[in-house]
């Protein structure tokens, strides 16, 4: 029996698990901006509000579904009808 020949399999075997630990890893770390909040569930239900700055997440049980801007916004408001009692 060829030993070599079964070792041969382990280096892509190797690099495939270091590759996926590194994407995991990668997904760990968040960054929020200045001006966002970001919320977190763990397993579906709330968690946290992430200020802004770097932050790290357990992966596949934390997700990050929104980030919410804390800036003033204007909206546009059609002019309405109405009669107070000034008028």
Known sequence: RDVSTSLDMIP?????????????GA????VIKQGNVAIVERLGKYKACLEPGLHITVPIVDNIPTTI?????????PPQK???QDN
């Open 69 to 77: 801007t804390r800036r003033e916004q204007v909206f546009d408001i």
């Open 27 to 30: 997904s760990s770390v968040n």
């Open 12 to 24: 892509p075997v190797r690099n495939i698990l270091i590759a996926s630990l590194l994407a995991v």
């Open 82 to 84: 109405c009669i107070t």
